[in-house]
């Protein structure tokens, strides 16, 4: 079957960076995306990577290795706005999102 | 200007009513979805449509009927609604089958009683 993992819950100090990891098992792959969802609100897009290696957008960074079916999310200079739960997302074989059960950060002062 | 519209925000009904869900994308994009999402935050996709041509049915009750006006829009209509139906459902699009980043809607939180 397809999955993908992530931690259910995580949680940081404000100003810190956290990682949250996503190791999928899929058939076929075309790519892994993150997106994040604040409580009550939509999942907006952060990234997305086809390719193995770092790709940063300000704050926040994805990471993917393809050899391993692992990626990660990090966010630098936590702050309490970045409260929300983040899923990761894999295309599959079909170009089908199989999404994760998502991760809720939760930041403290 | 809102990008992914959907109606109503809330819709609360009772078991063994039909209700529909309107949403309506003024992106220009080629694909659209439908989510559901349960109150463990888990993001199941329904249907998938590509110029109003269904792509991806899941495996969900065909007590959910999609349907496609136009590529623009694509509203959900649910039959003899079940207590288990109670979730928030997303309507997103993207520019096509390929695209990567998907706009979401607001989400309709529907409450079955």
């Known amino acids: 079957g397809q999955s993908l993992e992530q931690p259910s819950e995580v949680t940081a100090v404000e100003g810190a960076i956290v990682q949250i990891n996503c190791t999928y098992q899929t058939s076929g792959f075309y790519g892994l995306s993150w997106y994040q969802q604040h409580d009550g609100g939509a999942p907006t897009f952060l990234s997305y990577n086809a390719l193995d290696g770092l790709e940063e957008t300000g704050r926040f960074s994805s990471f993917l290795s393809r050899s391993d079916s692992y990626g990660y999310l990090l966010l630098q200079e936590l702050q309490m706005k970045d409260s929300a739960s983040y899923f990761c997302a894999v295309r599959d074989s079909n170009y089908q999102l199989i999404w994760g059960a998502g991760t809720k950060l939760i930041i403290k002062p | 200007d809102t990008a992914v519209s959907q109606t109503p925000k809330y819709l609360v009904t009772q078991m063994g009513n039909d209700k529909s869900i309107k949403c309506e994308q003024n992106?220009?994009?080629?694909?659209m979805y439908w989510y559901k999402q349960d109150s463990k935050k888990f993001l199941k996709i329904m249907f998938s449509y590509n110029n109003k041509e269904l792509i991806i049915n899941e495996t969900v009750p065909n007590r959910f009927s999609p349907k496609s006006p136009d590529k623009a829009h694509l509203n959900l209509h649910i039959n003899s609604l079940e207590l288990g139906d109670s979730a928030v459902y997303f309507c997103?699009?993207?520019?096509?089958?390929?695209?990567?980043?998907?706009?979401f809607g607001p989400g309709t939180r529907l409450t079955v009683t």
């Open positions: 992106l220009g994009h080629d694909t």
């Open positions: 997103a699009s993207s520019q096509d089958q390929q695209g990567w980043e998907q706009y």
